[in-house]
């Protein structure tokens, strides 16, 4: 399912914060020369944005997000959720 796909089900507020964190992720991945969905995908985005995340526990029951991408990008992305 394509990015607009998924945010088409989401509301207006969680479509503000599934577009905050795909600018986030470009950055990311610009930064560490990735393509972005190695660093999520758009459906994780999607569901961080429609569950709202407030600390790293509940990110962490989010699919697609192991240890690993918790410990390395858990804090910044609860930033850009506005935690």
Partial sequence: TSGAGLAATLDAEAQERFAALRSWR???AKEHNLPAYVVFHDATLATMAQQQPTT????STIS???AK?????GAAILRVLGN
């Fill in 69 to 73: 991408k918790l410990e390395a990008y």
């Fill in 26 to 28: 470009a950055e990311v």
């Fill in 56 to 59: 790293l526990d509940d990110l």
């Fill in 64 to 66: 697609g997000v192991g």
